[in-house]
T-cell receptor
Framework: GQNIDQPTEMTATEGAIVQINCTYQTSGFNGLFWYQQHAGEAPTFLSYNVLDGLEEKGRFSSFLSRSKGYSYLLLKELQMKDSASYLCAVWDSNYQLIWGAGTKLIIKP | ETGVTQTPRHLVMGMTNKKSLKCEQHLGHNAMYWYKQSAKKPLELMFVYSLEERVENNSVPSRFSPECPNSSHLFLHLHTLQPEDSALYLC??????????????FGPGTRLTVL
């Protein structure tokens, strides 16, 4: 079956750096998304990786290794407003979007 | 500011009630989606519409009935639901539908509680 694994919950300190990992086992690969979802709100698009390597957008960066079936989201200079769930999703070879269960990130002062 | 709106934001209904969820997208997209989000579970795709035609129905019980009158509006009609149907129902849209890798843009969801 197809599967995406992410840690259920992580805790980090304001101002620090945190890395949220995502590993996937899917039938093929056509790209990987990261979304942010604050409690009670819409998931919002953060990044899309289709080629190996690191994509940087301000304080957020996303990395992909297709050979390892692995991605991570790196958040720098953490702010309290970064407390949210982070969802990883992969397009498989049939263009089905496979979702992880999300990682709840708690930021402490 | 969001390009996808959903109403109501919260809904409590009994198992014998009939209600409808509404979604509207202001992005000029051609595809719309209904998802179910339960606590600590991955998003479950329920229905996909592309150019107002249903192209995906992932074995969803018949007590959920979608309707897409035009490319900007999507409804989910609910009747005789079960308590296990309590969840956050998310609507999304994308420029193109199935067969593309276009980014999906989500509404804030309707928090549904079935008593």
């Amino acid at each position: 079956g197809q599967n995406i694994d992410q840690p259920t919950e992580m805790t980090a300190t304001e101002g620090a750096i945190v890395q949220i990992n995502c590993t996937y086992q899917t039938s093929g690969f056509n790209g990987l998304f990261w979304y942010q979802q604050h409690a009670g709100e819409a998931p919002t698009f953060l990044s899309y990786n289709v080629l190996d390597g690191l994509e940087e957008k301000g304080r957020f960066s996303s990395f992909l290794s297709r050979s390892k079936g692995y991605s991570y989201l790196l958040l720098k200079e953490l702010q309290m407003k970064d407390s949210a769930s982070y969802l990883c999703a992969v397009w498989d070879s049939n263009y089905q979007l496979i979702w992880g269960a999300g990682t709840k990130l708690i930021i402490k002062p | 500011e969001t390009g996808v709106t959903q109403t109501p934001r919260h809904l409590v209904m009994g198992m014998t009630n009939k209600k409808s969820l509404k979604c509207e997208q202001h992005l000029g997209h051609n595809a719309m989606y209904w998802y179910k989000q339960s606590a600590k579970k991955p998003l479950e795709l329920m229905f996909v519409y592309s150019l107002e035609e249903r192209v995906e129905n992932n074995s969803v019980p018949s007590r959920f009935s979608p309707e897409c009158p035009n490319s900007s509006h999507l409804f989910l009609h609910l009747h005789t639901l079960q308590p296990e149907d309590s969840a956050l129902y998310l609507c999304a849209s994308s420029q193109a539908g199935l067969g593309s890798t276009d980014t999906q843009y989500f509404g804030p969801g309707t928090r549904l509680t079935v008593l």
